[in-house]
Nanobody, 120 residues
Framework: QVQFVESGGGLVQPGGSLRLSCAAS????????MGWYRQPPGKQRELVAR???????NYADSVKGRFTISRDNAKNTVYLQMNSMKPEDTAVYYC??????????????WGQGTQVTVSS
């Protein structure tokens, strides 16, 4: 099993910033990709950004130039710096990890989610 500790969500005004962090722990052999997804109210979950263990990144078009994903491989932790935030960034943000646990084939694991609300 993988346990996630997500933090950094909350309420922010339009134009403001937040930083999300997600630390994974458990019987982890290797995490190939870590990322953030979000689910706005009444909508489907969507990719925000993801990063490989080599540091390759990709972003949703809607957040390019505003959000930055980074990762500390030694700590199995991923961060999402969100700047110039907009009301449409309001969503539950979920941490995701694709990797290998001890004795378990490659799996796709999810955090419990953290609420981000952008409102004046």
């Amino acid at each position: 099993q993988v346990q996630f500790v997500e933090s950094g969500g909350g309420l922010v005004q339009p134009g403001g910033s937040l930083r999300l962090s997600c630390a994974a722990s458990g019987s982890i052999s290797s995490i190939y990709v870590m990322g953030w997804y979000r689910q706005p109210p009444g909508k489907q979950r969507e990719l925000v950004a993801r990063i490989t263990s080599a540091g390759n990144t990709n972003y949703a078009d809607s957040v390019k130039g505003r959000f930055t994903i980074s990762r500390d491989n030694a700590k199995n932790t991923v961060y999402l710096q969100m700047n110039s935030m907009k009301p449409e960034d309001t969503a539950v943000y979920y941490c995701n990890a694709i990797g290998v646990l001890t004795g378990v084939p490659v799996g796709d694991y999810w955090g419990q989610g953290t609420q981000v609300t952008v409102s004046s």
